[in-house]
């Protein structure tokens, strides 16, 4: 029996894969959690065999509690679920360690196999994700500028881009206004842009 944990802060999304686990005779509902601490925690106090693991969550987002987990639990498959397209979190999710990347428009029936899959120690990823990864693996220095960035300047890029100031950013990600200023100095920097609406027009260019 595969004992999964479902990590969503949408109580909704949790209902529905709850009862696609349902269908599954080998699959079992181990817990949920509802942010990136409890489910951590969760796992801290045993009986996971996988995590699934939405990006967008509040106190902590997925890939933060994706990198915890993979320090403490080195062998512990994670299955990171989103929202977002594939271009903007799949290679970043599995260069941080997660087993497999699925995208929540996925069936049900692609989400078991997908779970037996990293339970069976196995790497788990769409064609076009395989894709994306073979690029980023193989692109021989042509990577988008972007990739560059650490995964708190990806957040910090992210919210620019769409319009976020300094004080909102850091109430958002509870970070200091000093610190994100810092983080918005590097991504201008490393992408080679001047301002804020240069890097919105760079992230609408790289469809990110």
Known sequence: MIRVLICDDHQIVRQ?????LADAADIALAGEAASGPEAVALVRAGGIDVVLMDIAMPQRDGLEALKQLRAEFPKLPVLMLSTYPDRQYAVRSLKLGASG?????????????AIRRVAGGRLFVTPHVAELLAGAVGGHGDEPLHD????REYQVFRLLSQGA???EIAQQLA??????????????EKTGVRNDVELALYAVRQEV
Do not use: F, W
Not at 175 to 188: D, E, F, G, Q
């Open 148 to 151: 560059r960035l650490s995964h």
């Open 16 to 20: 529905g894969i709850k009862q696609i």
């Open 165 to 167: 100031s300094v004080g």
């Open 175 to 188: 970070l200091s206004s000093n610190t994100v200023s810092t983080y918005r100095a590097r991504i201008l």
């Open 101 to 113: 990347y699925l995208n929540k428009s996925a069936d049900s029936e692609q989400m078991i196999e």
